[in-house]
């Protein structure tokens, strides 16, 4: 039974979704304090919430259970990312459900600034019929700048050209073309956006590069009276600039739906005149709530019941064709990296794998993670998956590289590692036979055939005559039957060094591989533990 949590508001259809869906329970726990939201989350394996809940690195600490955070909406600034990433939980959100809406909900503001909607209303409230103080602009004939061309900032620019107004926009990823292709001017930076507007709206999320962009200095380079516009987040302007400006003329107007701290019914702005705010309404529409709660809810139920990663803002997709694809070879991949931490013996540094072949056509990423679960799980235990598989390597300072080689190897595809710290580096290349034999084709630079599978035995020595012998005699007498065995040696040619690898029906005892490392030859024995074939981690299935 998969069990979710409702930590805010959703619309009534996502709800009868979790109702209607086989073996899912769900409980709303809505405003709970620190502590109670910290031990709730514990007993759940998805939880689903809009702006509201805070999920921070304090109340994910320690969270054996939770997989999966939904965010229904788009901002996820109210979620410890690395945090969630840390504990291998996959953080996704509805990109899309509710960019008309906002859209609209900015372009609101707008008008209502242009034509003192709100105060006028007050007015007539207050038994006033103020025709004259409450004259307006149009905004035909002006320019609008955009910071932010994302979804929502292009759904605006759309709608201000409709009103015949000019747009600048400033985005990073925003080129001539594509500024062409949607008919406004592209700003190379705010700073060349600033002075040519008359109304200016941002549309980027809250990061630690977008808090505090527009402060005093920016809003210095405005021309006199520009009315201003925020329904992204709370912190893009700095609040204390705004008073300053407005109470000097230099900004004829303020439209704020978003905070720095929500819920806000306290803020300097509040009741200044040229202002009008919304309590965080831009995503509050019937359509855009229906949208984000079935699609939010379509994501957890997907991702809970098959694996699939859609709108992840912590880790790359993986849906249910790309898993069925890759799945062989990420067992390969976990696989290699489980015998390369046995083989090694810690204290890892660098790590560098090589995919070649038709694999480095798919999403190696995947590769990438499942070699990086193997790797530390024997020393991590449960708490790692491919989630945060790559984030636990780079925070215990191992370096990691990767490369793609289209050439095929000896085999259409294949993946090697190289694990290397402590003064020793440990290679080891595998590929798959079939959908699902995963095999062990070069162990520190010696071609083999081996199984990837159980126990194994494996031993480097001097290719010499006698060696395979004495180690199965000594097993036999130890009463441990050798299932498979393979041998490789360095160059190809007699005489050197040597790799064997036994694949052994159970565990040796200590006296048997206490046996095998003193027969003269052998260099190094070492007994690797790997699931059977057909076991997969609960990620993989
Ligand atoms: N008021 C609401 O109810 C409401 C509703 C939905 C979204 N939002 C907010 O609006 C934000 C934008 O939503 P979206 O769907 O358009 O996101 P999006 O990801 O489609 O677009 C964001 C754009 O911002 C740009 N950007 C990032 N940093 C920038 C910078 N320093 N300068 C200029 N541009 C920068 C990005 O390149 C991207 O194109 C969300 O992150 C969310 O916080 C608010
Ligand atoms: O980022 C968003 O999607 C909006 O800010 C909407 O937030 P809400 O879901 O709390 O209305």
Not at 26 to 47: C, H, M, N, S, W
Not at 373 to 389: H, K, Q
């Amino acid at each position: 039974m998969h069990r979710i949590i409702v930590l805010d508001d959703i619309a009534q259809e996502g709800l009868d979704l979790l109702d209607a869906a086989d073996g899912v329970e769900y409980e709303i726990r809505k405003k709970l304090p620190v502590d109670e939201l910290r031990t709730a989350l514990t007993q759940f394996d998805g939880a689903i919430l809009r702006s509201g809940a805070k999920l921070t690195a304090e109340v994910l600490a320690g969270n054996k259970r939770l997989k999966a955070i939904v965010r229904a909406g788009v901002g996820t600034d109210n979620i410890d990312k690395a945090a969630a990433t840390r504990q291998g939980i996959v953080v996704m959100n509805t990109p899309a459900g509710n960019t008309v809406s906002t859209a609209e909900h900015a372009f609101a503001l707008m008008l209502a600034l242009s034509r003192n909607i709100a105060p006028a209303n007050q007015s007539l409230i207050e038994g006033r019929w103020d025709r004259k103080k409450y004259m307006g602009t149009q905004l035909a004939g002006k320019t609008l700048g955009i910071v932010g061309m994302g979804r929502i900032g292009r759904e605006v620019a759309s709608r201000a050209m409709a009103f015949d107004m000019t747009v600048i926009a400033y985005d990073p990823f925003l080129s001539d073309d594509q500024a062409a292709k949607l008919g406004l001017q592209r700003a190379a930076t705010i700073e060349d956006l600033l002075p040519q507007i008359d109304y200016l709206t941002v549309h980027t999320p809250l990061t630690d590069e977008t808090r505090g962009l527009i402060g005093k200095d920016c809003l210095a380079k405005l021309k006199p009276g520009v009315r201003v516009i925020n329904a992204a987040r709370g912190g893009i302007y700095d609040v204390d600039a705004l008073v300053e400006g407005l109470n000097s003329g230099q900004i004829g107007g303020v439209a704020l739906d978003v905070y720095e701290q929500e819920p806000c019914t306290d803020s300097p702005l509040f009741g200044m005149p040229g202002v009008v705010c919304t309590p965080h309404l831009g995503a509050s529409t019937e359509e855009a709530q229906t949208q984000v709660a079935v699609e939010g809810v379509h994501l957890l139920l997907n991702f809970l019941q098959t694996g699939e990663i859609k709108h992840a803002v912590n880790v790359a997709a993986l849906d249910p064709k790309t898993l069925e694809e890759m799945r062989g070879f990420m067992d390969v991949a976990h696989r290699l990296g489980l015998l390369l931490s046995q083989w090694h013996g810690g204290g890892v540094d660098t790590v560098k794998l090589t995919f070649r072949g038709e694999i480095t056509g798919k999403n190696t990423k995947l590769l990438t993670n499942a070699f990086c679960v193997g790797l530390l799980e024997r020393a991590l235990g449960e708490e790692i998956n491919i989630i945060n598989a790559e984030m636990m390597l780079r925070d215990r300072g191992i370096e990691l590289c990767e490369e793609s080689h289209h050439e095929m190897s000896a085999f259409a595809s294949s993946i090697s590692a190289d694990v290397a710290g402590g003064g020793r580096t440990v290679t080891a290349g595998g590929t798959l036979l079939g959908h699902n034999m995963p095999r062990l084709v070069v162990l520190d630079g010696h071609r083999l055939e081996s199984y990837l599978d159980g126990n194994l035995l494996v031993f480097s020595h001097q290719d010499v005559p006698g060696i395979i012998g004495r180690v199965g005699t000594i097993f036999g007498e130890h009463n441990v039957n050798i299932a498979q065995m393979a041998v490789g040696r360095s160059g190809g040619e007699p005489g050197g060094s040597a790799i064997g690898v036994l694949n052994l029906d159970g565990l040796p005892a200590q006296a048997a591989l206490d046996a095998v490392s003193a027969v003269s030859e052998i260099t190094m024995a070492c007994v690797v533990q790997l699931p059977p074939v057909g076991q997969l981690p609960s990620w993989l299935q």
